[in-house]
C-alpha cells in the first residue's frame, strides 16, 4: 500500500507485519480507529473518488504515533494526535504533494478556530494539555483542538510548514 511505504521511508519499518482495513456497521461512531495491524473505518468513507483518504493515512500513521507511542492519560491526548497529525500530513505531502496538504492544513485551522470559538477561548478543552476532572467524560473534550494545536507544536518543533 503506497500509504504505508510512504510511511516507512519516512518513519522507519511498520512492525505490525500486516494491515487491514474493517468497514464497520453504519452506527460506527467514528471515521477511523486505529489498532495495530487492523483499522476501523465509517462506511461513510467510501466514496468512490478518494476524497477522503485523509482518513485512512491518519489512521496508519497511528501505526507509528500511536500504536507504538501514544500519552500516558487523556490529558495528554493532544501528543497522540498531534504527532500523528504530523505524520499524517508528512505522508500526505510525500503522495499527494505539497499543494493538497495546505489545503488540509488550512481545513484544519479553519475547523480549529470553530471549535474555539464553540467552547470559548479560555475553556479548559482549548487548552493544548486539558486538565480533566474525574467527572468529564473524555468524549465531551472531543475535537479538532489536539489534533490542530498538536501537529502545529510539533511543525514548529521540526520548522515544517505542513
Request: hydrophobic residues 40%; aromatic residues 12%.
Amino acid at each position: 500500500m503506497q500509504f504505508l511505504s510512504a510511511g516507512e521511508h519516512l518513519f522507519g519499518p511498520y512492525v505490525w507485519t500486516r494491515y487491514d482495513i474493517l468497514v464497520m456497521p453504519p452506527s460506527f461512531p467514528y471515521g477511523g480507529m486505529e489498532n495495530p495491524c487492523l483499522t476501523f473505518v465509517t462506511p461513510t468513507l467510501l466514496v468512490g473518488d478518494r476524497s477522503l483518504v485523509d482518513v485512512i493515512m491518519h489512521e496508519i500513521s497511528h501505526s507509528w504515533f500511536g500504536n507504538l507511542v501514544t500519552n500516558a492519560s487523556w490529558s495528554e491526548f493532544w501528543l497522540n494526535e498531534g504527532l500523528t497529525m504530523y505524520a499524517q500530513r508528512r505522508i500526505c505531502t510525500e503522495i499527494l504533494g505539497l499543494s493538497f496538504t495546505c489545503l488540509e492544513a488550512a481545513t484544519g485551522k479553519a475547523l480549529l478556530m470553530k471549535d474555539i470559538d464553540h467552547f470559548g477561548e479560555g475553556h479548559n478543552f482549548t487548552k493544548l494539555r486539558v486538565d480533566l476532572d474525574p467527572e468529564d467524560d473524555p468524549d465531551d473534550t472531543y475535537c479538532e483542538i489536539p489534533y490542530e494545536k498538536g501537529v502545529t507544536v510539533f511543525c514548529l518543533c521540526t520548522r515544517k510548514k505542513l
